[in-house]
């Protein structure tokens, strides 16, 4: 095959697609892209009946004259003429297209010399951790790390960072001797089983250039990038060609280990089998595999060309392979860090179970009820909030099910839970689940310092094990309310530039929070709500939580400030107060008061507090709580200072 547009020649098994592209360019060449037409502006197929074009150039030899054929003598009358016979023909389908071409490539695969290495692994930790980061990127961003994502980057680090021999392939020279070629670079082929309109299945195998220069995030995206060009078929002649190692998974369709074929010019092709139990405990009791502590196991094989890779250096790459999945020199934490995960990774850890079944689990309950407890005083503070990554992730100790002898054995273990999320048991996988979703995410919550053992009750029934998904209309009216918050900001900046402004950027999200406590205010039919909030986005809640008009709020950046107010410093429309009604979605109503605020946010709240108990008094009703104080903090307020001298 030749070269064009630096299209490297070796395509290996994907020389069936490359035929097939080409019969479509031959039929239309406008029906395939400019990068496939610029590739074959002088390619010649061997499966077309053509030749190449510096063949075709060679003079043509004259033909010898055939000679006339002999006269055959007529047949005897004594003897019957003997009827033509046709060559047998072989039964079944003649292959064609890319069936023959795969064909063409076993064949030639033969004269490859190859041996294969097994290694079984164990698959829990990379489990654990691939569920944590799916959690994580389900609550964010979205998408998906699948196992092979997370073997194949592995793979890619062993031989890049310890065995490097195994990135190399075999090449006869024109003397017909054997030469070596040891690659620069990673080139990962992924086999992709392909499903064909007529039932029938082929291979591609797109290639990941300069793998080993990645982090994961940049794996994860380019292996995402070609498995989409596969199937909406946008692969180019680029995306198949140079590729210096493949890794198949057979394990996606139940297939615990395979010995794969290795095409000539490569020198190594990984197999990755299914995730199971051992075959020989298939049958037994989920929970009693938990208490045997047995894991589900994963079957990597490593087929080579030995002619330059020898089986101590295949042994050397699974070995490798092994340490990293268990997370060794920190694989997983580098894992987290690409992706912008918060948390630290999971670390593997031996079983501690002793044979005293009793004793140890009547310990290990204890852990987990001290766990639990720990998790409801401390979780905010490895909770998701620094928006900017400033520092790293760091678990603390007492938040650690390490520190109270708890490993990721037990997590598919079962303990009492007292009721945790309307729950008597739980296995602590589900515990921590929901610990975390209920302290750790992008809210921190502190409450078990109430006195209150029902107030406190109250709070847990409703953060732990609370639903996360909203349905889709709730999820149109926050966006709806962001933009609004999101508009009114991007236009005083625009509008009023070089004016003291206190915006809200970065902190938008105020403005649905508002909505959705203001809203269920009103659909409850309370009396009334006083609100108090520093300078921060006041302009904001004025316009779009208590409904003060854009016009008034124009005017005033204008200078139209009434001349009896006080402070007539450049920033006093951030000291007003407003009175007005929210609106809620049923089209209930509420009266919301934002009171002005002269000086500092803590001067403010216990006014406010004052505001609503006054108002609440005059309503008379002994026990009642339907005026609702709502005290709006900035970030310096998180130490809790109270009021404090100037």
């Known amino acids: 095959m030749s070269e064009k547009s630096g299209v490297p020649q070796a395509v290996g098994p994907n020389e069936w697609l490359v035929d097939e592209m080409y019969e479509q360019f031959l039929a239309d060449r406008n029906s395939v892209s400019q990068a496939w037409q610029e590739f074959f502006a002088d390619y010649r197929s061997p499966l077309d009946g053509t030749i190449a074009p510096a063949a075709a150039s060679a003079p043509p030899t004259a033909a010898a004259p055939t000679p006339a054929p002999a006269p055959v003598p007529a047949p005897s009358s004594s003897e019957p003429a003997a009827p033509a016979v046709a060559p047998p023909s072989p039964e079944g389908q003649l292959l064609k297209g890319a069936a023959a071409r795969i064909a063409t490539n076993m064949m030639a695969s033969l004269g490859v010399p190859t041996a294969t290495s097994f ?28 196992f092979t994502h997370l ?16 990135n190399s392939t075999f090449q006869e020279g024109p003397d017909g001797k054997g030469y070596v070629t040891h690659h620069d670079r990673v080139n990962l082929g992924i086999a992709v089983d392909v499903s064909n309109p007529d039932g029938s299945r082929t291979l591609m195998v797109p290639v990941i250039r300069e793998a080993d220069r990645m982090d994961f995030r940049g794996f994860w995206g380019s292996y995402e990038d070609l498995i989409r060009k596969v199937r909406t078929k946008k692969l180019g002649a ?40 051992p075959a020989a405990y298939e049958g037994a009791d989920p929970a009693a595999l938990a208490d045997l502590g047995v894991s589900k196991v994963i079957t990597i094989t490593s087929t080579y060309d030995h002619r330059i890779i020898q089986g101590a250096e295949s042994g050397l790459l699974l070995k490798r392979v092994h340490e990293l999945l268990l997370g060794a020199d920190g694989f997983y ?49 490895i909770a998701d909030l620094d928006p900017l990554a400033w520092t790293e992730p760091h678990m603390k100790s007492e938040l650690d099910p390490l520190t109270y002898g708890l490993t990721i054995w037990d997590l598919d273990r079962e303990f009492l839970t007292n009721n945790l999320a309307g729950r008597d048991r739980m296995v602590l996988g589900d515990v921590l689940k929901v610990l975390r979703d209920a302290y750790c995410r992008t809210i921190g919550i502190e409450y078990m310092h109430i006195q209150e053992l029902a107030e406190q009750r109250w709070i847990q029934q409703r953060v732990e094990g609370a639903p996360s ?43 649905p929070v508002l909505d959705a406590l203001l809203e269920s205010a009103a659909d409850a039919e309370l009396d009334g709500v006083v609100m108090g909030m520093a300078h921060r986005g006041r302009l904001n809640v ?57 000086s500092h946010l803590e001067t403010v709240d216990p006014v406010v507090v004052g505001m609503a108990r006054a108002r609440q008094d005059l309503i008379n009703e002994p026990g009642s709580h339907s005026v609702i104080p709502i005290l709006v903090h900035g970030d310096a307020a998180f130490a809790g200072q109270g009021v404090v001298a100037e």
């Open 333 to 381: 934490d580098g894992i987290f860090r690409s992706l912008g995960v918060p948390y630290e990774a999971v670390q593997w850890r031996r079983d501690t179970n002793p044979v005293n079944r009793e004793e140890a689990m009547l310990a290990k309950q204890m852990a987990v009820d001290t766990l639990i407890r720990v998790y409801r005083v401390r979780g905010h503070l």
């Open 542 to 598: 004025l316009a779009n939580i208590v409904g003060k008009s854009y016009d008034q709020i124009f005017k005033e950046f204008e200078g139209g400030i009434d001349p009896e107010s006080t402070q007539g410093s450049g920033d006093v429309k951030y000291h007003l107060g407003q009175s007005g009604k929210f609106v809620a979605r049923s089209g209930k109503e509420i009266g919301v008061e934002l009171s002005a605020n002269p």
């Open 238 to 277: 680029d995306d198949l060609a140079g590729a210096t190692v493949t890794l198949t998974n057979p394990g996606t369709i139940g297939t615990k280990q395979s010995v794969p074929r290795l095409m000539p010019g490569q020198g190594l092709i990984v197999g990755v089998g299914s995730i199971e139990v």
């Open 119 to 146: 290694r079984e692994v164990p698959a829990k930790l990379l489990e654990v951790n691939r569920r944590v980061i799916n959690g994580y990127l389900g609550r964010t961003r979205g998408g998906k790390v699948s």
């Open 151 to 166: 073997l194949g980057y592995a793979v890619v680090r062993a031989i890049a960072d310890t065995v490097p021999v195994m």
């Open 469 to 511: 998904d909203l349905p889709s209309e709730d999820q149109h009216h926050i966006l709806t309310r962001l933009n609004a918050a999101e508009a009114f900001e991007t236009f005083l900046a625009t509008k009023y530039v070089g004016q003291k402004r206190f915006g809200l950027q970065g902190a938008e999200s105020t403005i």
